[in-house]
Every structure is written in structure tokens, then in C-alpha cells.
């Protein structure tokens, strides 16, 4: 058999010169590394360490990058009393006004694309430094109601579970400034070539900036090609999960915040009217039955003394019909899509739900959600969607025909 | 772990290398212990709950070694090999076929067998194979003493144990159990110097051909594969894309395996010798993945027979060990037909060859090129089946290659990714491999494999890594672009083999 050649050599000559490669090496590396991790941590191109920084004052791009290492750091550093859970929408639609909640630290830790999954993550994770006081939490029927991972990002690693959190974060974070992209970022920002187009996300405490938006949507093409797709029904191709197992993760956790006396608001997203009708189309039961399900997990915490209210926002009202823009692209005032509704659409959802003085300039928008009255509650919003669908032929063609 | 991880750059291969020289101060076989508890860290590392299945393979196959070599009878000796044997199948068919033959069953008898959904451990393939030819080496006297610390840790050897290549223990045992007067912990400073320095920067270069080339080609592999009709352009630039991936990504592993025993003063085979410069199908195999080419013929074709018993029984032995090759790279048809493709081309060489003998002058460039091209084109077609998901994708994917689904260039192709694509090509076809640039000259080169100056591509770029500051400051200049894209992992392809 013939050997197979192997990896063995001749020695060679000159090997007093090896030392002197293998230091060159070492060495070389050692420097640009270091000066790469300098470079990097210090500019934080991503803002993944700053919370309460003078550099929140420089303009980033549009789209964040690394949210979830964002926001896990600052609810670290930051210890809210006050958080919102829930996607984009709470991210995008709910400002953190600070008269809210006087004397409070608020954070808003919703994440793009979070399920209910991530948002207990969230809560577990800023609950480990500091259990809030106050949970302000937004609810959505279809995919991202789930146990499971939405937001690909949030890994376990950015959750804390022991006391050398703090530690590790510094570690996950050398690490993370160890990579072509941020070297990228750094450099871009250093010669002026990076986008300035908002304030980062942590400036205005975890809400994306209306500025950023203004970017996004215009990137994107604008709002009136964003709800052409829901009228197309070309959205969300998955089915819903079934919602009973998340729903007993979503009760167990109100149960344990309930016992240590958090306040807890519920609100269902107030999703424009056309995107209430994509899902009533496609699961209209399910739907109903997720509502009914969510009024009697708190009513049930309620009766227990909790300090809970769960308010749907969605369906058909006067901000969820508002008139969505034809080609010519008018932008809307309580939505940025059929999806994502503004910060003003937000501040109202606000008032209603924590019931203050200008909660009455809206009387029309959001319905506390009970047991003894969600029947009535469904059967008003059948009867308004069938209504919108006249009033809106055009835009409900491809939604309304098995709406009823 | 993987290799190309931060924990294993980092934190793993510093201690290793730490605890080996010290280790090594008091000999060779301590130095192996300390390998072999840094080999279960690492194995473990993945599921540290495989670690006794690992173990329990190691310990049978040792105890049947044992028992071979302590027996005189034949017929007790026989049986020693086949329980061995049948142990090492059993596992490896239990582990990483039984679905698949459950799934074939349901589909040929239209039955509904469940699956058992089992998780195939780590390396399984690897150190069956390498553990197989182990016994077998012992039945037939190749190997005249055992003992257990060794075999433990040439068996569960970390470099090789993820992804090859395949081990021989009679190159092996010396390494692992020389008297201390031999080791590389006694020998002179400068001596553990060149290896650590010639270890690294072969390691460097494999870290590099994953990460920086294999990895930068993924985009391109995707689409062609997953697209329903893919068209001709797409396919080609796919396939193309797939045939560099696969080679950097493998021979990437191989390197940095080979590096870092190398680093330890330990030499383990080699298993690539730029394949892509084959100028024919046997040469292809005598160049890829040389470990396991070496395995199936001294374990399966040369066992079944070999070209002792006529040209039927030569050509019949050719395709069953091509077509057993082919399942061992995974439970899927589409490896069976990639072996039997590949089992197909030796049969048609060795056929045209009995025609037609080869001359004795030397081909002239133009000719050697047409053999190239015209083997190139070979393994391509067959990287088609071995990389598509089923069967039928392999087929549309064929049609396309033919622009039976139109030629239209493909939209979301980013230019760097053309470039890695073209850069890699060059690597390939035009300058020397790794070994030929770090091992200089090419060590054993046995007649089977042609030799550098046989091979006209190896010549344009003459690069032979030396000692000097040139070389180590780019070595550090790699390593660095390499950490600086460790956050995108992607697992090395031949890990799930």
C-alpha cells in the first residue's frame, strides 16, 4: 500500500528565523486588533453600549441595527419602572412621554418583529435588575403572537440570568466590535460618508424617532404602495399558531407581575381597518375567540385585585378607518402603513388607557374589553366592518367577500 | 466547537497548546493524556451527552483490538473482527440511516413507518471509519501493540474528529506514544518554534479559505439550488460557486486541522492536493479528499476484490465502492447517484484506457487542458446531485445547466460576490495548494499522485511560505480580516457528513 502523504517534514534550515515570524505575526495581529477594538468601542457605531450618553446626540441611519442588544443593555443600565412590550407597532406608535408617568425612568422595549416570546424575554430580563412597576403591553392577532423567537437578534446570551452580567455584556461587546461590519460603520462615520438621518433609537428612549420613519417609508415607496399589499392580500403568507399555548405563557406571566402589585395595561393594536379585515377574512373565528380568551384572562386577574385593563384599539373606529392615500401618495396622519399606526395615533391610545383628562377627546377609539360585554363588543364591530366594506368597495374588493 | 469560533481561537487552542508543552516536559504520553482530556472538552462542547457514545465506540473497538492481537486462533480473531466491525456499522446505521431507510421503505411499500427523528452525532462517519480500519489493520497484523491512553487519544483526536480527515493509527501510535527523548516537548526551542509557525500559518490559511472565500460564495450556491427552474446563467454561476465552496470549505477544515497538529509537532494526512487540476477522474480521487479515497480503497475496493478477478469483477468492485462511498457522505439518493456517477466515469477512464493505452510521451499542454476541462466537467455534473436536496431539484437543476429554463442574467447578484467567485477560481486552477506552499518540498509523494513538476498549473505563481517578517506579517494581516468576520458563522459543510 502506498503511504498517504503526510503533513511531516524535512526539517529545515534557518529555523532561527521562526521565532521572529511567529512574533511578527503575533504582533501584527495583537495591534490590529487592538486598535480595531479601540476604534470600534469607542465610536460604537451601533450604539450597542449607550444609554444615557453624550453620543445619542449624534444622527444615525434610519434602521437601527441590533435592537435587542440595544435595548437589553440600557434596561441593564437603565432599570425602568415603567416598560412597553410588544413589536415594531408599540415600538414605532408609542412615544415615551415622560409627563406620563412623572418622576418614573420609562424605557420602551418593544422589538421589530417581537413576538409575545421575546416580549417576556424582555420583561424577564429588565425584571432580573429591577421589576417594573408599570407594563404597558401591545397585543396582536397572527404570527407574532407566539412563544417563539421573532426578532432572530435576541439571543439568550443578551439576557441576564446571574451577576456577571454586566461582565459579559463587556465581553459579547469587545467581541462584537471584533467584525468587518462595524469596522465598516466606524470608518463611515469617521470620514463623514455614514447616513445622519435620525436620532438613535436610545435618545428617545426605545420609541424609533417619526424622523426615522419618514426615511423608512420613503425607501420603501411610500404608503400608499405599503397598503396596495394588504388590499392585495400579499401580507403575512403564514397562518397563525394557535394561540392557547402562548396564552397560558402570556397569564402565568400577568399572574406572577400581578402578585407583586404591577400595574398592567393590555391594549389590542390598533391595526388600520383594512388589516382587521385581511385577518377577519382569513380567521375571523379565531380572531374573536382570541379576544374573548384575552378578556377572560383578565377579567379573571382582575377578580384576583390586580391593577389590569385590557382595551382593544383594533378593529373599526375613527382612527383605524382613517382614508388611506390613492396613488398620488398622501401620507396619513395616524399611520404609517396598515400596520404601524404614528406617534400621534399612539399618544391617543395613551390617554385611553390610562384614562387621563384628554382621554375624552377620543371617547370613540378603544373599548375595554369584559367578559360581559365583549359580545356585544364583537357583534358592534361585525356589523362596522360590513359597513366599511360599503363604504369602501374599492379598497375591501379582495377582503370583503367572506367577511360576513 | 468549530475551529472557526472565538472560544476555540481564543480560549481552547491557547490552553490546549499551553497544557500539551507542559504536559510534554514529562513526556510524550502525558502529553497525549492532556490531549485526549482537550479532545472530550471539545467533542463535548457540541453535546456533552454524545460523549459516552463516543467513548463506548472507542472502548469496544479498543477491547476487539486488544483481543485480535492477544489471539492466536484464526477463527477467534475472525470473529473479534466481525463484531467489531458489526458494532461500528450498527452504530453508524442506527445513527445516520435508519430514517433514511424508513423513509425509503415508506415510499417504496407505500408504508408509514414514524421516524425517529434521531440526531446523528458528531463525527460519527470519522471515527467509525478511522476506528474500522483500525481492527481491520489488527486482524491482519499491521498493527503489533495497543495500549489504551493512546488509543483513546488517537481515536477521539480533536483536530480530526469533526471532519476528517481519516486517521491511521500505525501513522499515529508513534506520534502519540514516542519515548521522551523524541517529543516535541524536549526538543529545542526553535524547533517548537517552526512548528508553531509553519502550524499557524497554515492554520491562518485555512481559517482564510473558509471564511473569507467559502463563506463569501454562499450567496451564490443558494439560488440555483433553491429556485423553482433556475436558468442557465444562474445555474452555472451556482454550480461554479458550489464546486469552490465546497473545496475551500473542506480543505479550509483539513488545513487548519493539519495546522494545528502541526503547532503539537504531529502530522496527520493530508487530504487535498488541489483537485480541480485533475486531469482525470482517478486523478480526481487520488486529489480530494485523499483520506477517505485511501480508506475505500484499502478497506472496500481492495477487500471485495479489487482488479484481481477480471474486468467485470474491476468494474462491478469500482461502482459498489463508489456507490457506498457516496452513502457515507449522508442519508439521501442524491449521494448514491453522485457515487454512482462518480463509480460511472472511473468505469468509462478504466474502459477507454483498456482501448485505448495511455501513450508514454507527454501530452502536449492543449491536450492536458481538453483533459482538465473535459474532468472538470465531470465533477460538476456530479456536485449537482451532492449538493442539490433531492433528486428532482438535482434534475431541474441539470435542465438549467442546458438553459432549458432560459439564460436570463440573474438580478441579485452583487459584484463581490463575482469577484470571490473569480478569485477563487484562480486559486484553484493556478496557484500551488496549500501543503505545496507550506510544506516545501511536498513530503511523501507516493507514485499513485502526480508530483509538482508533473503539475504545468502549480508553476505560474511559485509561492513557498518561508520564515521570515514578510511572511508572519501577512499571516497577522489574514488572521486579522479572518476575526474580523467570525461573527458570521456558517458551519463548516462536511461537519454534518
Known amino acids: 500500500m502506498p503511504p498517504l502523504p503526510s503533513s511531516s517534514l524535512p526539517r529545515t534550515t534557518a529555523a532561527t528565523n521562526f521565532p521572529a515570524s511567529l512574533w511578527t505575526s503575533g504582533l501584527t495581529a495583537l495591534l490590529l486588533l487592538t486598535t480595531v477594538v479601540t476604534l470600534n468601542y469607542r465610536i460604537d457605531p451601533y450604539f450597542l453600549h449607550q444609554w444615557d450618553s453624550p453620543l445619542l446626540k449624534r444622527m444615525s441611519p434610519a434602521q437601527p441595527k441590533l435592537s435587542p442588544w440595544i435595548k437589553t443593555y440600557a434596561a441593564y443600565r437603565y432599570q425602568p419602572d415603567v416598560v412597553f412590550l410588544g413589536s415594531s407597532r408599540t415600538e414605532i406608535g408609542l412615544p415615551v412621554d415622560l409627563a406620563f408617568f412623572p418622576g418614573k425612568k420609562v424605557l420602551n422595549l418593544s422589538l421589530s418583529g417581537g413576538s409575545i416570546g421575546d416580549s417576556l424575554t424582555m420583561l424577564q430580563h429588565t425584571s432580573f435588575f429591577h421589576r417594573p412597576e408599570t407594563i404597558v403591553w401591545g397585543l396582536e392577532y397572527g404570527p407574532l403572537f407566539q412563544n417563539n423567537n421573532g426578532n432572530s437578534d435576541l439571543t439568550p446570551n443578551l439576557i441576564a440570568h446571574d451577576q456577571w452580567y454586566g461582565l459579559r455584556r463587556f465581553w459579547m461587546h469587545i467581541k462584537r466590535t471584533l467584525a468587518m461590519d462595524m469596522s465598516i460603520a466606524s470608518w463611515n462615520i469617521l470620514t463623514g460618508q455614514s447616513e445622519q438621518i435620525c436620532l438613535p433609537i436610545m435618545a428617545t428612549h426605545g420609541h424609533k424617532p417619526t424622523r426615522c420613519l419618514v426615511k423608512i417609508m420613503a425607501d420603501e415607496g411610500g404608503t400608499a404602495k405599503a397598503f396596495a399589499a394588504i388590499m392585495n392580500e400579499e401580507e403575512y403568507p403564514e397562518t397563525p399558531p394557535p394561540f392557547a399555548p402562548v396564552m397560558e405563557a402570556l397569564d402565568a406571566a400577568i399572574g406572577d407581575y400581578c402578585q407583586q402589585g404591577t400595574t398592567i395595561r393590555l391594549f389590542i393594536q390598533p391595526l388600520h381597518a383594512l388589516n382587521e379585515l385581511y385577518w377577519q377574512k382569513r380567521s375571523g373565528r379565531d380572531m374573536d375567540n382570541w379576544k374573548r380568551e384575552l378578556s377572560t384572562m383578565t377579567d379573571k386577574r382582575q377578580q384576583q385585585g390586580c391593577d389590569i385593563r385590557l382595551m382593544d384599539f383594533g378593529g373599526i373606529n375613527p382612527v383605524t378607518t382613517e382614508e388611506i392615500p390613492q396613488a398620488s401618495g398622501k401620507e396619513m396622519r395616524y399611520y404609517w402603513e396598515h400596520s404601524h399606526y404614528s406617534s400621534e395615533a399612539g399618544t391617543m391610545l395613551m390617554h385611553r388607557l390610562f384614562a387621563t383628562p384628554q382621554a375624552a377627546t377620543s371617547p370613540d377609539f378603544g373599548v375595554l374589553l369584559q367578559p360581559d360585554t365583549i359580545e356585544q363588543h364583537l357583534e358592534q364591530q361585525r356589523q362596522a366592518r360590513i359597513a366599511y366594506c360599503q363604504r369602501y368597495p374599492r379598497e375591501t374588493v379582495k377582503l370583503q367577500s367572506k367577511v360576513e | ?497
Open chain 2, 1 to 497: 466547537m468549530v475551529f472557526n469560533s472565538f472560544p476555540f481561537i481564543f480560549i481552547f487552542l491557547p490552553l490546549t497548546l499551553a497544557g500539551f508543552f507542559l504536559l510534554g516536559r514529562k513526556g510524550r504520553p502525558w502529553a497525549a493524556s492532556g490531549l485526549t482530556l482537550a479532545s472530550l472538552v471539545f467533542y463535548g462542547w457540541w453535546d456533552y451527552r454524545y460523549l459516552p457514545l463516543l467513548l463506548l465506540s472507542v472502548s469496544l473497538n479498543y477491547w476487539a483490538g486488544h483481543r485480535i492481537l492477544q489471539t492466536a486462533h484464526a477463527v477467534t480473531r475472525k470473529r473479534w473482527l466481525i463484531l467489531a466491525l458489526s458494532i461500528n456499522l450498527l452504530l453508524l446505521a442506527f445513527f445516520k440511516y435508519v430514517d433514511f431507510f424508513l423513509q425509503s421503505i415508506n415510499g417504496v411499500a407505500s408504508q408509514n413507518f414514524p421516524l425517529l427523528h434521531i440526531i446523528m452525532p458528531l463525527g460519527i462517519s470519522f471515527f467509525s471509519f478511522t476506528q474500522i480500519a483500525f481492527v481491520v489493520d489488527a486482524y491482519y497484523g499491521k498493527i503489533q501493540k495497543i495500549s489504551f491512553f493512546p488509543y483513546l487519544a488517537f481515536a477521539t483526536y480533536f483536530p480530526y474528529i469533526v471532519s476528517g480527515p481519516i486517521l491511521d493509527y500505525k501513522e499515529m501510535a508513534p506520534q502519540l506514544t514516542a519515548p521522551a527523548a523524541d517529543t516535541a516537548a524536549v526538543q529545542c526551542l526553535s524547533s517548537k518554534s517552526e512548528n508553531i509557525a509553519r502550524g499557524l500559518a497554515l492554520f491562518v490559511c485555512g481559517l482564510a479559505k473558509k471564511i473569507l472565500i467559502a463563506d463569501n460564495l454562499i450567496p451564490l450556491v443558494s439560488p440555483a439550488f433553491s429556485d423553482h427552474n433556475p436558468q442557465l446563467i444562474q445555474v452555472w454561476l451556482g454550480l461554479l460557486a458550489y464546486s469552490f465552496q465546497l473545496y475551500f470549505d473542506f480543505s479550509g477544515y483539513s488545513d487548519m486541522a493539519i495546522g494545528v497538529s502541526r503547532m503539537m509537532g504531529i502530522d496527520i494526512p493530508l487530504n487535498f492536493n488541489s483537485p480541480y487540476k485533475a486531469t482525470s477522474i482517478s486523478d480526481f480521487w487520488q486529489r480530494w479528499h485523499i483520506s477517505l479515497s485511501r480508506f475505500l480503497r484499502n478497506y472496500l475496493y481492495i477487500p471485495l476484490g479489487g482488479n484481481r478477478c477480471g474486468s467485470f469483477n474491476r468494474y462491478r468492485n469500482l461502482m459498489l465502492t463508489m456507490l457506498l462511498g457516496g452513502l457515507w457522505h449522508g442519508a439521501n439518493w442524491t449521494f448514491v447517484v453522485w457515487g454512482g456517477l462518480h463509480g460511472l466515469y472511473l468505469c468509462i477512464q478504466h474502459g477507454w484506457q483498456a482501448i485505448r493505452p495511455a501513450s508514454t510521451q507527454k501530452p502536449s499542454l492543449l491536450t492536458r487542458l481538453s483533459y482538465r476541462t473535459l474532468t472538470l466537467l465531470a465533477v460538476l455534473l456530479a456536485w449537482c446531485f451532492f449538493r442539490a436536496p433531492n433528486v428532482s431539484t438535482a434534475l431541474q437543476v441539470l435542465a438549467g445547466m442546458i438553459g432549458m429554463n432560459g439564460i436570463s442574467w440573474p438580478g441579485d447578484v452583487e459584484p463581490f460576490t463575482l469577484i470571490v467567485l473569480a478569485g477563487s477560481a484562480f486559486l484553484a486552477f493556478f496557484l500551488p495548494n496549500s501543503q505545496e506552499i507550506f510544506f516545501t518540498p511536498l513530503p511523501v509523494v507516493p507514485p499513485t499522485m502526480p508530483s509538482q513538476t508533473n503539475n504545468p498549473a502549480t508553476a505560474i505563481v511559485p509561492l513557498r511560505w518561508s520564515a521570515n517578517w514578510q511572511w508572519g506579517l501577512a499571516t497577522g494581516i489574514v488572521f486579522t480580516l479572518c476575526v474580523l468576520n467570525l461573527n458570521r458563522i456558517a458551519g463548516f459543510i462536511y461537519v454534518q457528513f
